[in-house]
């Protein structure tokens, strides 16, 4: 029977509009499929077909299936975007830049610190994702969860089933027990989430007035009305996807309370949700892996633009050096009087400095100018990078994508 009934399988296709039109009437397509199915196999071997299964548990195992082969190019791409961003943090470890805040210039950092921010980002967020892969599940429990048409041989034929089809072996059947997709889809969101922080970044220093960084690729980013346009289309499309995907996760959690031994409603609205979730996160994935790869970066407009504030990103080094002399209160007083009056007089905070008589007698000029230098304020961002490249080379070495 299991031999005809393979052969029936292999044979032509199945009708899948007629399936789906006919899977209406008893609320999922299982129940015209097997119809079809036995209707292919010989008279002897019907009663084998789908024997002791229940529907539920073969769109079960086919959401285990079809997610686990659609994680694979997921996890590619990510992976093609971590060693993109690893490339970018170890190129760029000395090149200084603002850090911004609140939408507003802050302090010093490094271009390398930001994009192994990227890449750690990257890298936690899809070693959770493959954890959650390797956990799908087959799915056979019968009507009720006990395969009782399987005797007491059902928990040897579930784990035959399972290693059969490549997925974990259930300790129990989990048709109430959706643990295991909402861990993916949680996962998924988290991945998401990574490329999304990647995405606003980019936009933001992509902006005209930033300039800091562009995207690669000729003839991308035009615009229908406006012929000098260069806009970020990877990463618009990458945080698009970052702002839908939440909403599918929250669908996700939503379906994940099943009551009794199986539910009405919950399972059936997974099986778009899922498919739309890996699917928005495997594109997002893909574009910002081309994003990296691609990204131009303009390290002297990182220093003009850093240069531009007049020194005010310095100005936590500034308070921190007089503080030693002028106690840390009186330091921070002095330090924000010079700043109201280089905005006040339109000029740097250098001329201020210099022209405020308490810091004058506190620190001399030469040392105002070692304070005032960028490249001495950027703490561990160096040995963060370097944490985040070892990190990401360990996950490479021990295949874990």
Do not use: Y
């Amino acid at each position: 029977a299991a031999a005809a009934i393979e052969a029936a399988c292999a044979g032509p296709r199945f009708d899948a509009a007629s399936i789906g039109a006919r899977g209406a009437a008893g609320g999922n397509p299982v129940i015209p499929l097997v119809r079809d199915l036995g209707g292919a196999v010989p008279e002897a071997a019907r009663p084998w077909v789908h024997h002791g299964a229940t529907s539920q548990d073969i769109l079960d195992t086919a959401l285990s299936l079809v997610a686990r082969r659609a994680l694979a190019p997921v996890l590619a791409a990510a992976g093609r975007a971590g060693d993109a961003a690893a490339g970018l943090a170890g190129a760029h470890r000395d090149t200084v830049m603002v850090g911004r805040t609140l939408g507003q210039q802050a302090a010093p950092t490094t271009f390398g610190l930001v994009a192994a921010g990227w890449l750690h980002g990257l890298d936690v967020s899809t070693a959770a994702l493959g954890v959650a892969r390797d956990r799908l599940a087959a799915q056979l429990g019968g009507p009720v969860g006990t395969l009782a048409a399987l005797g007491p041989t059902g928990p040897d034929v579930l784990a035959g089933f399972a290693t059969e089809l490549g997925l974990a072996a259930p300790v129990l059947p989990w048709h109430t027990d959706r643990q295991r997709l909402l861990d993916l889809a949680a996962a998924l969101g988290r991945v998401a989430a990574a490329a999304g922080k990647i995405a606003v970044d980019v936009v933001g220093l992509a902006q005209t007035e930033v300039a800091e960084l562009a995207e690669g690729g000729a003839g991308r980013g035009g615009s229908s009305a406006m012929p000098h346009k260069a806009n970020p289309v990877r990463a618009v499309l990458v945080a698009s996807a970052a702002r839908r995907v939440p909403a599918l996760v929250s669908a996700m959690f939503s379906a994940g309370t099943h009551e009794h031994q199986r539910a009405a409603g919950g399972w059936h609205a997974e099986w778009e949700t899922l498919p739309e979730l890996v699917g928005a996160v495997g594109g997002a994935v893909a574009h910002t892996a081309d994003l990296l790869v691609g990204l131009r970066v303009d390290t002297a407009r990182m220093r003009r633009n850093l240069d531009a504030s007049g020194g005010f990103a310095m100005t936590e080094r500034l308070a921190t050096a007089l503080a030693g002399v002028l106690g840390r209160s009186a330091a921070h007083d002095v330090v924000a009087r010079c700043c109201r009056d280089a905005v006040g007089r339109g000029v740097p905070l250098r001329t201020a400095l210099l022209a405020d008589a308490e810091v004058a007698a506190a620190m001399p000029t030469e040392r105002i100018d070692h304070v005032l230098d960028p490249s001495g304020w950027l703490g561990s961002a160096d040995a963060f990078v370097t944490a985040a490249l070892a990190h990401h080379a360990r996950r490479g070495q021990e295949g874990d994508r």
